[in-house]
């Protein structure tokens, strides 16, 4: 599956850096691509073994702001 995140807040490679590596680091991720300047960050990943809010709180947690 593949769902795409607003995220508000990232300006530079290591804001793309951090918010790659949280999502990578969860299981059932198998993509991250983010675009800092449309602030979208588009993730594949297996829905058995991932949902979208914890995608969504780990993207959060590392100080950025999704987008509903």
Do not use: P, W
């Not at 769902?3 to 793309?16: A, P, Q, R, Y």
């Not at 449309?38 to 947690?61: F, H, L, P, Q």
């Amino acid at each position: 599956m593949q769902t795409t995140f607003d995220v508000k807040g990232m300006t530079c490679g290591h804001c793309e850096s951090s918010v790659k590596s949280a999502l990578k680091e969860l299981d059932g991720i198998t993509g991250v691509d983010v675009n800092l300047g449309s602030g979208k960050v588009d993730v594949t990943y297996d829905d058995a073994k991932m949902n979208v809010a914890v995608m969504r709180e780990a993207i959060e947690e590392q100080g950025y702001d999704v987008v509903a």
